[in-house]
């Protein structure tokens, strides 16, 4: 891990993972590098559609497959935050 | 009738589906398919792992072409595909990542695409040829083969495509948000446009933006094959599809709430297929005009024993419903609740009895339970399982059974608990462990 500190913003979207997958986890104890799917948090492309609809409402940004970043936006909870704050319309 | 035609009526330059790189013609298709069968291994049977819906179906024709039956494995999860291949000792594997699986030989899609176009002529296949085998987890934990006859597929395309009326909705396309590998996809996604001349689109879009691309792609008045969950994101997301000729939803029931949502927003029927991986698709309902599922031409109820079953004259005997039923007509059910110990996750059904035992061959556990929390309505429910584990953590277990069980099926939360409220029998009864499960909400203030 090189930066094992959330910020507000990471720590605010990993409030948003928690709650909209109901995952029993405490939000900051999800490490910002670590991989969501798969090993790390083990989310499904079930999650990932629900994770979307969260990430729409809240931040008004639609995920799509066909962005050439999407592999690495879904990487980890900085990389989601970073890409959540670049498309964020609200 | 001995045989039916690979594909149905297209002319040689009619667009059979549309992939990343464009438009493939039907006889493109068909050159690449009689092509591919020239070239792959002489083995009895192969496991289909193309992403691509269309290079899935150039593989799925080359092997039928071959009487090689394609393997329709229930996950990627490695241990279940070792199973299969274990079970399957001969069988080798079509993919496009080049990743290893289990040792079985690969053979690494799109090959170079031949550019010979062949003569114009479409093969038939013979109805009883064995073409493919749908797995289901069974309760010996192995998983268990259900041999899909060509009758069976081209039967189910035909009955569904009549059902639907696709040529009075003037449907010319199949989009598709489901697996090609799960049987209703196959079904639905595959069969369905290659049996009424469609044009598949050969992507899988999760995201309702995904789903707007992938129909804008396609002709007008396409047919959207998807589930609950993705038709629910569209609505909820507020996107607007370009016009839709039909939706046909499956995997779980949809409320009528949803379908009528889904009705008024994108100006198209919704209609809701019935089936499960041993009968495929057996029947249908526009949900939000039919609280009854009507069955499909050709297949009929029956009471087999204490199970009500359906059968067909593609079937080789009855095959019990997964789910309890009322029989409400001559060829009319309502669906009550799931039989004991099924469940059916976003699509996928299992038997708790076999998750647990998959649970109990986890190193180091010692004592273990799934259970399903009582769901809300319109949610999705996941499993939970309890396990004593002294020495291992959540994650050693999770770990396990990520390696053994498709990713729908591992439970959240998994509670590590000294002991089972196991009775004087060895049972678990069922008020004991919700008893169980309603303390540790408390405890920890988690809703379920």
Redesign the interface.
């Given at each position: 891990m090189t930066s094992p500190q959330r910020s507000p913003f990471e720590l605010e979207v990993a409030k948003l993972i928690v709650e909209a997958l109901?995952?029993?986890a405490d939000p900051s104890s999800i490490e910002p590098e670590a991989a969501l799917f798969g090993?790390g948090l083990?989310l499904?492309?079930?999650d990932?559609?629900?994770l979307?609809?969260a990430i729409?409402?809240t931040y008004g940004y639609?995920?799509?497959?066909?962005d050439p970043e999407i592999k690495s936006t879904f990487s980890s909870l900085r990389a989601l935050a970073r890409a959540i704050e670049l498309h964020r319309t609200k | 009738m001995v045989d039916a035609p690979l594909i149905g009526s297209y002319r040689p330059d009619d667009v059979l589906a549309w992939d990343s790189d464009g438009p493939r013609s039907a006889s493109e298709f068909l050159s690449e398919a009689i092509n591919l069968a020239g070239v792959l291994p002489d083995r009895p049977s192969v496991l289909n792992l193309l992403t691509s819906r269309y290079e899935f179906l150039v593989g799925f024709a080359a092997a039928m072409l071959r009487r090689q039956v394609t393997l329709l494995p229930q996950s990627r999860a490695p241990e279940t595909l070792r199973r299969i291949a274990v079970d399957q000792e001969s069988c080798y594997c079509l993919t496009d990542r080049g990743e290893p699986v289990h040792d079985i030989p690969a053979v690494v899609l799109p090959a170079e695409r031949g550019s010979s176009r062949g003569s114009w002529k479409i093969p038939h296949i013979p109805l009883q040829q064995h073409v493919a085998i749908a797995f289901t987890s069974g309760s010996t934990g192995q998983p268990t083969p259900n041999l899909k006859t060509w009758d069976a597929l081209v039967s189910v395309a035909r009955a569904t495509a009549r059902r639907l009326d696709l040529k009075a909705a003037r449907v010319q396309g199949v989009v598709a948000t489901v697996p090609h590998q799960h049987m209703f996809g196959l079904e639905a996604s595959v069969m369905l446009p290659m049996q009424q001349g469609l044009t598949m689109h050969a992507g899988r879009p999760l995201f309702p933006e995904d789903i707007r691309a992938a129909l804008a792609k396609s002709p007008e008045r396409s047919l959207l094959v998807t589930t609950p969950l993705h038709l629910r994101a569209c609505l909820l997301a507020g996107v607007r599809l370009p016009p839709v000729g039909m939706i046909l939803s499956a995997t779980s029931a949809l409320t009528p709430d949803l379908a009528r949502e889904a009705e008024q927003r994108f100006h198209a029927p919704v209609h809701e297929i019935f089936g499960f991986a041993e009968a495929g698709s057996v029947a249908s309902r526009r949900t939000v005009a039919d609280g009854d599922w009507r069955m499909l031409d050709g297949v009929a109820l029956s009471r087999n024993g204490s199970r009500d079953s359906v059968q067909a004259a593609y079937l080789p005997c009855p095959v019990p419903i997964p789910d309890r039923i009322s029989v409400t007509g001559r060829a009319t059910f309502r669906v009550l609740g799931r039989v004991e110990d099924q469940v059916n996750i976003a699509g996928h059904r299992a038997s708790l009895g076999d998750l647990t035992r998959q649970l109990l061959e986890v190193e180091g556990v010692h004592d273990g339970v799934f259970i399903l929390p009582d769901g809300k309505e319109g949610s999705l429910s996941r499993l939970m399982a309890l396990v004593v584990a002294p020495g291992k953590t959540q994650e050693d277990i999770q770990h396990a059974l990520r390696r053994r069980l498709n990713p729908v099926f591992l439970p959240r939360p998994l509670l590590l608990v000294p002991r089972l409220p196991r009775n004087e029998t060895g049972k678990l009864p069922r008020e004991a462990l919700r008893h169980l499960v309603e303390r540790w909400k408390n405890e920890s203030s988690h809703d379920l």
């Open positions: 109901k995952l029993k090993e083990g499904d492309s079930i990932a559609l629900e979307s609809l729409a409402q639609l995920l799509k497959s066909s | -």
